[in-house]
C-alpha cells in the first residue's frame, strides 16, 4: 500500500512517524541476519507509531469523505437549481438523472410522454446533427448543435443549443461507464428577438425604401411640375431650383443655386416675414426678373418648415402671360359675343319691319306706275312726269336698302351652290369700272385655278361690290387705289378661334384700299347697322352690316385689319366646295335665287275681243293681303290689264269667298305674314277646296324654309315684294294661261 501524503494535515506528527519508522526497519540491517531481536519496548514503540499513522490516515479519509459528500450534495444542489434543462445520457440515449428544468421544459403537463429518452423529442430534420454530436463528445469529450429543435407535443416545441459534455459513472465492480451530461439552453426569446430584429431591420429598409421612393416621387413632382418651384434656407439662399424656374427665370440651376431669392423675386423676399405667423401665405401676383433683368408677371405663394436644421421656405411662382393673354381672347371673344348678339337683334327687328315696309313701297310704286299712265298725254319733260319719275326713282332706292336690311337679317342658310368666285370677282370688276373715279386704280390679282367655293353668287357679288364701295367712299376724291386679290388658304388655330371658323379649306377674297384707315373706337362699330362716318345724305351703314351677314350666313368670317394712316384690309373667307363640283357662272343680273321666281318680263295683256264677238270673260283673281292699300294698288294695276279682282284684307274672308264658289276664281295670291294667319295656311285650305287652283305666295321675306313649306303645300310661285308692276303681271298671266314654270 503506497503511503498517503497527509502532510498538509499534520506536517509535525507526520515526521515523528517517519523517523520512527525508519529507526524500526533500521535496525535489523544495522545487526545483520544472525543478531538478536529488537527488545519489547522497541517494537511496542514501533507499533504505537504505526497505529499512530493509521489513525491519522483514517481521519484523512474521513475528511475526503466529508468533502466529496460536500461536493456531491453542491453538485446535486447546482444540477437541480441551475435554470437550465439539465440531463444525464446514457450511451443507450436513456435519460439516467434529468433535473426539475428538464422536466418542466420536456414534459410540461401530465399528459405529455415522459421523459425517459433524448431522441424521441428531436425533430427529424435535426437528428442526425445530434447523433453526430453525441459521437464527437465520445471522441472529444464535449460538442454541440445549434438550434435544435424537440416536439414537445403537437402544439409545443422547444428551439435551442444542445451542449453535450462525455463523463464516467464509476462502478464497484467493473469500468467505469460512459454517460454524456447534455443542457439544453432555450434560444426561444433569442430567436424571437432575433427574428424580431430582422423583422424590424425589414421593416427599416423598406421604410427607406419608401422614404428613397418618396424622396424620387417629390423630385419628379418638382421637377415636373407647371409651376416654378424655389426653396430657400434660414438665409434665404436658394437650395432648390426646378426646371421650370429655370425656364421661367431663364437662368440654369447650377447658376441659381446659393443665389438669394431676391434676385429673381425682389418683392417676396420681403414677404418672408409671414413665416412667423403662419404656415403658407398666398402673396398674389408679384413683378419678376429673369436672369437678363426682363420683368415678369408671376402669381407667388410660399410654404414656411420648421425642422431641427432651421426653417426651409418654398415659393411658388405661376407665369401669368398664358394666362393674361387668355383673358385678353375671352374679352376679344366676349366683345364678338356681344356684337353677334347686338347684329342679331338688329337683324331680327329689320327683318320683322321689312314686311310693312316692303307693303309701303309696294303701294309708292305702284301707284307711281299708274300716275304715270294716267300722264301719257303730258309732255316728256312736264313737271309731273318729272316728279313722278324722281318718286320712282326715290322708292327703288328704298327697295334696294330693304333688300338689304333682309340680306342682313337673313339667318337661314342660303341657296349655295359650287359658285367660281374668280367669275363672280370679274363681274364685279365690270361694274366697278363704270362708275370708278378716274384717280383710283383697280388692280385684280386672282390665284390661277382657284377651286370652287359653296356660296351664293347674288350674295357673293353683293358682298364684294360693298367692299369695294366703301374702298371708294374711303379714298375720297384723292388719288388712290383698291387691290382685289383671291387665294386658297388655311387659317390658322387663333384666326379659326376668332373668327369661329371650321379647320377646312377656304377661299381668301381681300379687299385693300389705299385710304386713310380706321381707329380702334371705329373698328369696334364697323358692322353695326346704320353706323356710318359719312356725312348725313351720303351713307346708310349698312354696307359692312350686309357683308357681315353674307358671311355669317356662308358659315366663313370677315378679318378686318387697319391702322390710320395706312388703309383698310378686308378679307372674307368662303369655304371650299366639297367634291369639286363644277362651278356655276355667277350672273349679277340673274333674278332673285329661288327656284320658283320669276325674271321681270313685260307681257301682253289679254288680248281685246272682235267686233261682233261675245266679249269674253275676265280671268278672276283672288288678291289675299292685311295692307288695304296694297290690295287696292293690285286691284288698279290688274283691272286695267282687263282683269277682274276680288281683294281681301281678312284671309279668313278670303278662305270663306273661296269655299263659297270654288270655280269663280282662276289665280288665288296671298301674302305670307298676315296677323293671326299664314299665307302657307291658306295655301294648304285652297288646295283643299279647289285642288287644280294656281296658288301663288308673295312675301318680302322669303327664306329657304318659307319657300320648300310653300312648294310643299302646292304653290305655284314665289313673289318677291315689292314687285314691279310689269314682273307682277307677267307673273299672274303666266299662271293663269298654265305654263310651266322655268
Same mark, same amino acid.
Do not use: W
Given at each position: 500500500m503506497s503511503e498517503p501524503d497527509l502532510s498538509f494535515l499534520d506536517p509535525a506528527g507526520r515526521q515523528t512517524a517517519v523517523a520512527a519508522a525508519a529507526r524500526v526497519t533500521s535496525a535489523p540491517a544495522a545487526n545483520g541476519p544472525g543478531q538478536a531481536s529488537l527488545p519489547a519496548d522497541d517494537l511496542v514503540a514501533e507499533l504505537r507509531a504505526y497505529q499512530a499513522e493509521l489513525e491519522s490516515q483514517n481521519k484523512v479519509l474521513r475528511y475526503s469523505q466529508t468533502v466529496a459528500e460536500s461536493a456531491s450534495e453542491r453538485f446535486e444542489t447546482l444540477f437541480a437549481a441551475v435554470p437550465l434543462a439539465l440531463m444525464v445520457v446514457d450511451e443507450h440515449d436513456m435519460v439516467v438523472q434529468a433535473n426539475s428544468m428538464?422536466?418542466?421544459?420536456?414534459?410540461?403537463?401530465?399528459?405529455?410522454?415522459?421523459?425517459?429518452?433524448?431522441?424521441?423529442?428531436?425533430?427529424?430534420?435535426? #437528428?442526425?446533427?445530434?447523433?453526430?454530436?453525441?459521437?464527437?463528445?465520445?471522441?472529444?469529450?464535449?460538442?454541440?448543435?445549434?438550434?435544435?429543435?424537440?416536439?414537445?407535443?403537437?402544439?409545443?416545441?422547444?428551439?435551442?443549443?444542445?451542449?453535450?459534455?462525455?463523463?464516467?459513472?464509476?462502478?464497484?465492480?467493473?469500468?467505469?461507464?460512459?454517460?454524456?451530461?447534455?443542457?439544453?439552453?432555450? *434560444?426561444?426569446?433569442?430567436? $424571437? !428577438?432575433?427574428?424580431?430584429?430582422?423583422?424590424?431591420?425589414?421593416?427599416?429598409?423598406?421604410?427607406?425604401? *419608401? =422614404?428613397?421612393?418618396? !424622396?424620387?416621387?417629390?423630385?419628379?413632382?418638382?421637377?415636373?411640375?407647371?409651376?416654378?418651384?424655389?426653396?430657400?434656407?434660414?438665409?434665404?439662399?436658394?437650395?432648390?431650383?426646378?426646371?421650370?424656374?429655370?425656364?421661367?427665370?431663364?437662368?440654369? #440651376?447650377?447658376?441659381?443655386?446659393?443665389?438669394?431669392?431676391?434676385?429673381?423675386?425682389?418683392?417676396?423676399? *420681403?414677404?418672408?416675414?409671414?413665416?412667423?405667423?403662419?404656415?403658407?401665405?398666398?402673396?398674389?401676383?408679384?413683378?419678376?426678373?429673369?436672369?437678363?433683368?426682363? !420683368?415678369?408677371?408671376?402669381?407667388?405663394?410660399?410654404?414656411?418648415?420648421?425642422?431641427?436644421?432651421?426653417?426651409?421656405?418654398?415659393?411658388?411662382?405661376?407665369?401669368?402671360?398664358?394666362?393674361?393673354? $387668355?383673358?385678353?381672347? @375671352?374679352?376679344?371673344?366676349?366683345?364678338?359675343?356681344?356684337?353677334?348678339?347686338?347684329?342679331?337683334?338688329?337683324?331680327?327687328?329689320?327683318?320683322?319691319?321689312?314686311?310693312?315696309?316692303?307693303?309701303?313701297?309696294?303701294?309708292?310704286?305702284?301707284?307711281?306706275?299708274?300716275?304715270?299712265?294716267?300722264?301719257?298725254? !303730258? $309732255?316728256?319733260?312736264?313737271?309731273?312726269?318729272?316728279?313722278?319719275?324722281?318718286?320712282?326713282?326715290?322708292?327703288?332706292?328704298?327697295?334696294?336698302?330693304?333688300?338689304? =336690311?333682309?340680306?342682313?337679317?337673313?339667318?337661314?342658310?342660303?341657296?349655295?351652290?359650287?359658285?367660281?368666285?374668280?367669275?363672280?370677282?370679274?363681274?364685279?370688276?365690270?361694274?366697278?369700272?363704270?362708275?370708278?373715279?378716274?384717280?383710283?386704280?383697280?388692280?385684280?390679282?386672282?390665284?390661277?385655278?382657284?377651286?370652287?367655293?359653296?356660296?351664293?353668287?347674288?350674295?357673293?357679288?353683293?358682298?364684294?361690290?360693298?367692299?369695294?364701295?366703301?374702298?371708294?367712299?374711303? =379714298?375720297?376724291?384723292?388719288?388712290?387705289?383698291?387691290?382685289?386679290?383671291?387665294?386658297?388658304?388655311?387659317?390658322?388655330?387663333?384666326?379659326?378661334?376668332?373668327?369661329?371658323?371650321?379647320?377646312?379649306?377656304?377661299?381668301?377674297?381681300?379687299?385693300?384700299?389705299?385710304?386713310?384707315?380706321?381707329?380702334?373706337?371705329?373698328?369696334? @362699330? =364697323?358692322?353695326?347697322?346704320?353706323?356710318?362716318?359719312?356725312?348725313?345724305?351720303?351713307?346708310?351703314?349698312l354696307g359692312l352690316a350686309v357683308v357681315h351677314g353674307v358671311m355669317r350666313t356662308h358659315e366663313g368670317g370677315v378679318d378686318v385689319q387697319s391702322t390710320p394712316g395706312h388703309g383698310s384690309k378686308f378679307t372674307l373667307y368662303f369655304p371650299v366646295a366639297p367634291g369639286g363640283a363644277d362651278p356655276l357662272i355667277a350672273n349679277a343680273h340673274t333674278a332673285t335665287p329661288t327656284s320658283q321666281s320669276l325674271v321681270s318680263a313685260a307681257v301682253a295683256p289679254p288680248a281685246a275681243a272682235e267686233p261682233g264677238d261675245a266679249p269674253p270673260k275676265k280671268p278672276h283673281v283672288m288678291y289675299v293681303d292685311d295692307d288695304q292699300a296694297l290690295v287696292f294698288l293690285v286691284q288698279r294695276l290688274l283691272r286695267r290689264r282687263g282683269y277682274e279682282v276680288s281683294g281681301f284684307t281678312d284671309p279668313h274672308e278670303a278662305r270663306a269667298a273661296l269655299n263659297a264658289a270654288p270655280q269663280r276664281y282662276d289665280l288665288l295670291v296671298t301674302d305670307y305674314n298676315m296677323p293671326g294667319f299664314c299665307g302657307v295656311d291658306l295655301v294648304r285650305e285652297a288646295r283643299m277646296i279647289r285642288p287644280d287652283l294656281p296658288v301663288a305666295l308673295a312675301s318680302g321675306y322669303v327664306t329657304a324654309e318659307i319657300e320648300q313649306a310653300a312648294l310643299a303645300e302646292g304653290a305655284r310661285a314665289l313673289i318677291h315684294k315689292p314687285n314691279d308692276v310689269e314682273e307682277l303681271c307677267a307673273t299672274v298671266q303666266r299662271l293663269i294661261a298654265g305654263d310651266d314654270l322655268p
Open positions: 428538464a422536466h418542466r421544459s420536456f414534459q410540461p403537463t401530465e399528459r405529455d410522454r415522459p421523459l425517459t429518452a433524448l431522441m424521441p423529442f428531436v425533430r427529424t430534420k435535426d #437528428a442526425k446533427r445530434v447523433r453526430d454530436a453525441f459521437a464527437l463528445a465520445q471522441d472529444l469529450g464535449r460538442s454541440e448543435v445549434k438550434e435544435v429543435v424537440f416536439d414537445i407535443s403537437a402544439d409545443t416545441r422547444i428551439t435551442g443549443d444542445l451542449h453535450i459534455a462525455h463523463i464516467e459513472a464509476p462502478q464497484t465492480n467493473g469500468p467505469p461507464l460512459p454517460q454524456f451530461l447534455c443542457a439544453v439552453i432555450d *434560444q426561444g426569446p433569442l430567436l $424571437a !428577438e432575433r427574428q424580431a430584429l430582422q423583422q424590424s431591420a425589414v421593416t427599416l429598409q423598406q421604410r427607406n425604401e *419608401q =422614404i428613397r421612393a418618396s !424622396e424620387k416621387r417629390l423630385e419628379a413632382i418638382i421637377n415636373s411640375a407647371l409651376d416654378a418651384i424655389i426653396c430657400v434656407d434660414q438665409h434665404q439662399r436658394i437650395t432648390v431650383f426646378n426646371p421650370t424656374a429655370a425656364a421661367l427665370f431663364q437662368c440654369s #440651376a447650377s447658376d441659381a443655386l446659393g443665389s438669394t431669392l431676391d434676385r429673381f423675386l425682389p418683392d417676396a423676399a *420681403q414677404a418672408l416675414a409671414f413665416a412667423q405667423l403662419t404656415t403658407q401665405a398666398l402673396l398674389g401676383e408679384m413683378t419678376a426678373l429673369t436672369a437678363s433683368g426682363k !420683368e415678369l408677371a408671376v402669381e407667388v405663394s410660399v410654404s414656411f418648415e420648421r425642422h431641427a436644421e432651421g426653417e426651409t421656405t418654398t415659393v411658388f411662382a405661376r407665369d401669368l402671360t398664358g394666362r393674361k393673354k $387668355a383673358e385678353a381672347h @375671352r374679352n376679344e371673344l366676349e366683345a364678338q359675343l356681344r356684337e353677334s348678339h347686338k347684329m342679331q337683334a338688329v337683324g331680327t327687328m329689320a327683318g320683322g319691319i321689312a314686311h310693312d315696309f316692303n307693303n309701303i313701297l309696294g303701294a309708292i310704286l305702284g301707284n307711281v306706275e299708274l300716275a304715270k299712265a294716267d300722264c301719257a298725254s !303730258e $309732255a316728256p319733260g312736264s313737271s309731273v312726269l318729272v316728279s313722278l319719275l324722281e318718286i320712282d326713282k326715290a322708292g327703288r332706292r328704298a327697295r334696294d336698302l330693304v333688300r338689304q =336690311i333682309l340680306t342682313f337679317s337673313r339667318n337661314e342658310p342660303p341657296q349655295r351652290s359650287a359658285v367660281s368666285l374668280a367669275e363672280v370677282a370679274h363681274d364685279t370688276e365690270r361694274l366697278l369700272r363704270v362708275t370708278l373715279p378716274p384717280a383710283i386704280e383697280l388692280h385684280m390679282q386672282l390665284q390661277v385655278g382657284l377651286p370652287p367655293v359653296l356660296a351664293d353668287a347674288t350674295q357673293v357679288e353683293q358682298a364684294l361690290l360693298n367692299l369695294c364701295t366703301n374702298a371708294v367712299h374711303a =379714298i375720297g376724291t384723292g388719288r388712290g387705289s383698291i387691290h382685289v386679290e383671291a387665294a386658297t388658304v388655311q387659317p390658322d388655330q387663333r384666326l379659326s378661334e376668332r373668327l369661329g371658323l371650321a379647320p377646312v379649306d377656304y377661299v381668301a377674297l381681300t379687299v385693300r384700299d389705299s385710304g386713310p384707315g380706321m381707329d380702334a373706337a371705329t373698328l369696334e @362699330r =364697323i358692322f353695326e347697322p346704320f353706323f356710318t362716318t359719312k356725312p348725313v345724305g351720303q351713307g346708310t351703314g
